[in-house]
């Protein structure tokens, strides 16, 4: 089964609104990295934050984490039509740092 | 670099036939991960290799599969005999250093067994 759950699962939304998507996981964890991918195409890696990171930010992108809640959210801000996509957490546990597990995904629509 | 390369990009094949999928993952890169997508299931990971030694492969899901990394710059998946439970989108994934900090990922192999 897979380690997060996004909610979420589907978010559709009007050009220069924020969205919100959200992943829960089970274990301990090292890092968490949100991806994009666009249809049919591969997965591209947006951001990492680690376990001991409690927010973090990249242009548009706001990642917050909470270990005691074993949660994190992906924020995007002023969406566009090109930010349409499926959105994926992925987890790193403390123990297997080489395993990379990914939630179920929540599709993105942005509406020009 | 030009990326994780993956062949082909799509297979269309028979139920009983074999099955080969093939990844070339960045140079220098010393983890990579094979992925299945469907809609049902999402994202699973099959088996990745740390230093092209399987470290896991409790997510293959039978004997039918098999995934070999042979040296540092070629893998592959095989699936003999293939069935149409298997159609989904492979994928291939690598990264760099002891702990993932960010994966790589091909542009996928579309597998319709029919």
């Known amino acids: 089964s897979q380690q997060g759950e996004e909610d979420p699962q589907a978010l559709s939304i009007q050009e220069g609104e924020n969205a919100t998507m959200n992943c829960s996981y089970k274990?301990?964890?090292?890092?968490l990295q949100w991806y994009r991918q666009n249809s049919g195409r591969g997965l591209v890696h947006l951001i990492l934050i680690r376990s001991n990171e409690r927010e973090k930010h990249s242009g548009r992108l706001r990642v917050t984490l909470d270990t005691s809640k074993k949660s994190s959210s992906l924020l995007i801000t002023a969406s566009r039509a090109a930010d349409t996509a499926s959105y994926f957490c992925?987890?790193?546990?403390?123990?297997?740092?080489?395993?990379?597990?990914f939630g179920e995904g929540t599709q993105l629509t942005v509406n020009p | 670099d030009a990326g994780v390369i993956q062949s082909p990009r799509h297979e269309v094949t028979e139920m009983g036939q074999e099955v080969t999928l093939r990844c070339k993952p960045i140079?220098?890169?010393?983890?990579l991960f094979w992925y299945r997508q469907t809609m049902m299931r999402g994202l699973e990971l099959l088996i990745y290799?740390?230093?092209?030694?399987?470290?896991?492969d409790s997510g293959m899901p039978e004997d039918r599969f098999s995934a070999k990394m042979p040296n540092a710059s070629f893998s592959t998946l095989k699936i003999q005999p293939s069935e149409p439970r298997d159609s989904a989108v492979y994928f291939c994934?690598?990264?760099?250093?002891?702990?993932?900090?960010?994966?790589?990922f091909g542009q996928g192999t579309r597998l319709t067994v029919v």
């Open positions: 992925a987890t790193v546990s403390e123990t297997s740092g080489s395993r990379l597990t």
């Open positions: 290799f740390n230093n092209n030694v399987p470290i896991d």
């Open positions: 274990t301990s964890i090292n890092n």
């Open positions: 994934a690598s990264s760099l250093g002891r702990r993932v900090t960010e994966a790589f």
């Open positions: 140079s220098g890169h010393n983890s």
